[in-house]
C-alpha cells in the first residue's frame, strides 16, 4: 500500500513561486497516476493537475494552466508541484492523490490514496 506526505506548503506573496512534494511509501508508487487537487474555505476540492504513470503525459486545470507544473522522480517515489505566478486565489490547502490509472484524471473518485495535505497561502 502506498501512502502519500505532502510538503512544501507556507505563506507567500503574491507573484512569487513555490513547489510541493509529494512522497510517497511503497513499492508501487510507479504504477499510479498522480493528481494534485486544492480546497479553499468554503468551496469544494478540485482538481490542479496530474502525472501519468512514467510522467509522459500531464494535464492541467484552465485556472493554473501556463504557471503550474508537474513533475515525478520514480527513483524518489515523488511527486513535485511547482507553482509560479501564484495568486491570492490559488490559496487553498493542497492534496496529492493516487489512481489505479494510467492517465490522471481530473476526478476525484477516482483516486484511491490521499495525503493529509499542505497549506498554501498566497497574499496580495
Known amino acids: 500500500q502506498v501512502q502519500l506526505v505532502e510538503s512544501g506548503g507556507g505563506l507567500v506573496q503574491a507573484g512569487d513561486s513555490l513547489r510541493l512534494s509529494c512522497a510517497a511509501s511503497g513499492r508501487t508508487f510507479s504504477s499510479y497516476a498522480l493528481g494534485w487537487f486544492r480546497q479553499a474555505p468554503g468551496k469544494e476540492r478540485e482538481f490542479v493537475g496530474g502525472?501519468?504513470?512514467?510522467?509522459?503525459?500531464?494535464t492541467y486545470s484552465d485556472s493554473v494552466k501556463g504557471r503550474f507544473s508537474i513533475s515525478r522522480d520514480n527513483t524518489k517515489s515523488t511527486v513535485y508541484l511547482q507553482m509560479n505566478s501564484l495568486k491570492p486565489e490559488d490559496t487553498a490547502v493542497y492534496y496529492c492523490a493516487a489512481a489505479h490509472n494510467y492517465y490522471a484524471g481530473q476526478k476525484s473518485d477516482e483516486y484511491v490514496l490521499w495525503g493529509q495535505g499542505t497549506q498554501v497561502t498566497v497574499s496580495s
Open positions: 502525472i501519468s504513470w512514467g510522467g509522459a503525459r500531464t
